[in-house]
């Protein structure tokens, strides 16, 4: 089975610095698109940043300059460092990938289960 999971979450003084990381297990051909998307308290889900297979990366406004997104192929691992961290920037933060499985499957798409992300004084 395909699975994700995230780690690294957890409280941090706004200022501070905080690394994810979602680590993809299971038969996998190729990842196409990985993701972290974040909820805060009484908020939709939003897409935070984005990495393809060939490096690009996208970002929210919101984060931009203060997050980068990174992958590793080889460990089918992408991570968020976020720095300057801010009280606005608490929430769950999800990990996402649209992959195939296989040559005889199409593109679908996986969620880990979250991790929290507190900022506070």
């Known amino acids: 089975q395909v699975q994700l999971v995230e780690s690294g979450g957890g409280l941090v003084q706004p200022g501070g610095s905080l690394g994810l990381s979602c680590a993809v297990s299971g038969s996998i051909m190729i990842i196409y698109t990985m993701d972290w998307y974040r909820q805060g308290p009484g908020k939709q889900r939003e897409l935070v940043a984005t990495i393809n297979t060939g490096g690009s990366t996208n970002y929210a406004d919101s984060v931009k300059g203060r997050f980068t997104i990174s992958r590793d192929n080889a460990k089918n691992t992408v991570y968020l460092q976020m720095s300057s961290l801010k009280p606005e920037d608490t929430a769950v933060y999800y990990c996402?990938?649209?992959?195939?499985?296989?040559?005889?499957?199409?593109?679908?798409?996986?969620w880990g289960q979250g991790t929290q992300v507190t900022v506070s004084s």
């Open positions: 996402h990938a649209d992959l195939r499985v296989s040559l005889f499957s199409g593109r679908s798409d996986y």
